[in-house]
């Protein structure tokens, strides 16, 4: 009788048959200091931290520097349907949100806050400038906050003005259905020189976004990310970098851009239908087969794609975590709120993916995010909802969350954790003689005192599953590290086999290993 180890994302290699890989829903692969394997653990909680007087549109960004004898907050700007708000914390915690006005811009169904270091003569703050970002409208409206909120009025500011960021002092977009950017003057996003433009026409195609990592420009077309660079011009100080272009482009449905930007990595769901991030000046795919499988498919009945899907984007940093978020929903579906679809994460501290949903939704429901330590020293991710309607097009969510990893439910409904072995097969018939899970056991709590743990299992590589049983976790203080699992039978030669494992309670999770023993 041989122990063998059945493969688990984050410490085995996760393919062990073309026809499965280990996958985890609600559950995430933690790891040491060194980056070995630690655990694989259940996923932050979320509760609802404040609700806005009207949905949600835009992406959540930190407030800028104010000027000295006002408050120094660590607040965060949001805007809804009609109104700019800001989420306020002070040394105690969440304080509250206030709403600091109409924002004057058709915006309801996609706002992009833009935040600069610049504050010009006479204003009490650093600029923030927000633009329609629409998923259905033209774009082009616009208003710069620095301490009133004001429209941009200048007639160079173009009416198709979408999708920027900021750079060199200056706030730069591109235009809708063209190939031109722009951008302001240097310390005014209210000023525009209408020769402040250039057009990214290295190769045919729309642009859809720019983004800027340190001194560069980078522009997302629909075949082709074209490099720009800084150099000394008053009027346009950026100059393309012939032959640094990447042979790749990005992806917009529905007129939905689905990229985003954390620190100085840039990431993207592109025209192949993978996901990259790009960092300094290169730019790695981080999505795997599976996801091409759920996307694309392979031709076959059992994996045939779906080319329905809508893809939502976003990065959001958590201690010893960076996440690139995509959500994909069902574009067909049209009753509000649109329940079909997954949200697929990536971890770019782990070089690990898993999958998430909210309760009574196949994806996730926290979207956008800002992350920051807060001036009562503790770490806060705040997120905006992302029910969306596709009949009307817009956000349907005023909620703004908070993700916790001591809350072990969301909004105080259980959501289900998910292990799925990658699948494990021999050249000659074996017995299962036992099966032992190596995790936390003693999770009992006031809410869920005795809980189980769902064990299921397949030998044709996931295409049925066959219930084991129920295991108790035990009460709290009940720990026994490993759980063992008897009568599997027999396995056939070049059979796949999978164990699932599937814990429904809101209870703490950390599995450590699962270890099969064959004879």
Known sequence: MA?????IPGRDEDYNSRKSKATLLNLMVEQNRDGSFKAIKKREGVTTLATLSEPATSNIVRRGAQAAGLNQSYDAWITGTTNLFTINFDITGFSGITNIGAHGINGFSGVQLIQSTNRPAGATEDQLIGIENSLQASGGDGFIFDGAINPIVDPDFSGGARSGDFLNSRFWFVLRNNKVFFCSEAGNGLNYDPLAFASADETDGQLYAARSTGSNLWLFKNSRIEYWQTFSDPTFPLRRVQGASLDVGITSFANITPIDKLKDAIAFFANDSTVKVITGSQVTQVSDEDLALRIVGDGTAERDGDDRLTPFLSMVDRPNHRYVILTMFD???????????????????????HYRSSPNLDYWRPYYGHSFTGP??????????????????????????????????????????????????FDTDR??????????????NAASPNPVMT??????????????????????????????MNSFGRLVR??????????????RVEIYGLYGWFS
């Open 455 to 484: 064990v299921e299992y397949s030998k044709d590589g996931g295409a049925t599953f066959n219930t084991w049983g129920d295991v108790e976790l035990g009460e709290s203080g009940d720990a026994q590290n490993r759980i063992r």
């Open 3 to 7: 122990r063998i180890d059945i493969p």
């Open 494 to 507: 070049h059979r796949d086999f999978i164990l699932r494992l599937t814990i429904e309670e809101p209870v």
């Open 376 to 425: 009562d020293n503790k770490y806060y991710t705040v997120m905006m909802g992302n029910e969306y309607s596709r009949s009307s097009g817009q956000f349907n969510d005023a909620n703004i969350y908070k993700l916790d990893p001591d809350a072990y439910t969301d909004d105080g409904t259980s959501f289900p954790c998910v292990l799925q072995s990658a699948s494990l097969s």
């Open 331 to 353: 574009s067909y579906e049209i009753s509000p709120p649109i329940t079909e679809g997954f949200t697929w994460v990536y971890d770019i501290k782990t070089g690990q993916s």
């Open 431 to 444: 017995v299962i003689e036992y099966i032992e899970v190596e995790m936390e056991t003693g999770v009992g």
